[in-house]
């Protein structure tokens, strides 16, 4: 199947939605966790979760001020610069699809999807407890992205959280241990199978691609 | 494991880049293509696009001016306006990674890691030939990131190619049926397998979590 930029035009929006939104390929299933001043949690899916650098260890997630995505995120972040990042694992998918729908900011979405909240000492914002990788984040920045008016929320990494058996010692994470999943579109999940690892890739050490 | 932000900073650059890298979860593992104002052809693996909005298709990817990265990609983008993303597939992710090295600028990366240019009419930019799924873009603005002086490049979908297989009536692609690949961290890469899909989240159709 062949679509240039008119075909995308025409094709009526919710099949644009569905082809673009998965034309990139896979993308990281997390939980985002935040509260509010008026202490209600809040937790919403979110797959646009994206690594900017590791020295300072900074993260980027796109957010939709208003439309499909949940807003009470975003404004929480807002009020306490707080916000977390938790791995959606095989288990709890459903529960995890479900928080993206609309509810209104009184209602906290761990209640209603069965998720659990789990806290660490001086950190405001709630963890998963179901995840098995988590971040803790303080917002660091935000940049509009004047093209389409969505927002590039910038948070540098205060706490990580990694189980033991996803680990080794030179810090290499195993996401098929850790129960990662991934997403397509804005509803297709996906697990993951590690099938290979390669070194570091230098000039000098290029296998000999022509005659293998 | 736990790590806090001062553990990050002293744990030792390899170490925090493999974790850094790795915790956001699976990343999607792409080929972008370009060419130089002297044709010579350009192709470099990167697991940072991102989707930024389907109406219009716009997607971004987060580039490094310098360091890791090859910079070559960036420059050409510049130059002529035209890139393209294909997916990597379960087949070339050794020829893929191997992309990465910091080969000089006349040297072309389809030739040395066996990968084939394919090109459409009245689009300059190269398209992945042995990839499933492919994009190709134009350039649309680019923000720099000055929390660690990286740049978010968007580009406005112009072409996209997509197997008929791999796509349904409604727009549906499915990743595991491209053979689309994920990566963590730098050099791990992950194949798919698709195993659920849930429709749009309405608040009056949530499952009732708490008595399943």
Do not use: W
């Amino acid at each position: 199947m062949y679509f240039n930029k008119k075909d995308l035009e025409e094709i009526g929006n919710v099949k644009r939605l569905n082809i673009v939104n998965s034309i990139t390929g896979i993308k990281p299933a997390n939980l985002i966790g935040t509260i509010s001043k008026d202490k209600i949690s809040n937790v919403a899916i979110f797959s646009s979760v994206v690594h900017l650098g590791s020295n300072p260890a900074l993260i980027g997630v796109i957010v939709r001020p208003t439309g499909e995505i949940p807003r009470n995120t975003y404004e929480n972040i807002l009020e306490n610069g707080q916000y977390t990042i938790n791995h959606v694992g095989e288990e709890f998918i459903e529960n995890s699809h479900y928080t993206s729908a609309k509810f209104d900011a009184s209602t906290s979405e761990f209640e209603i999807c069965n998720l659990t909240e789990e806290y660490l000492t001086d950190f405001e914002a709630p963890f998963v407890k179901e995840s098995a990788i988590k971040i803790g984040l303080r917002h660091l920045e935000s940049i509009p992205i004047e093209s389409n008016g969505t927002i590039l929320v910038i948070g540098e990494v205060e706490h990580v959280i990694i189980p033991d058996k996803a680990i080794n010692k030179k810090g290499y994470i195993d996401l098929e241990k850790a129960n990662t999943t991934g997403i397509s579109g804005l509803n297709s999940y996906y697990k993951l199978e590690k099938i290979t690892s390669f070194p570091y890739a230098r000039v000098s050490e290029i296998p000999d691609f022509k005659n293998e």
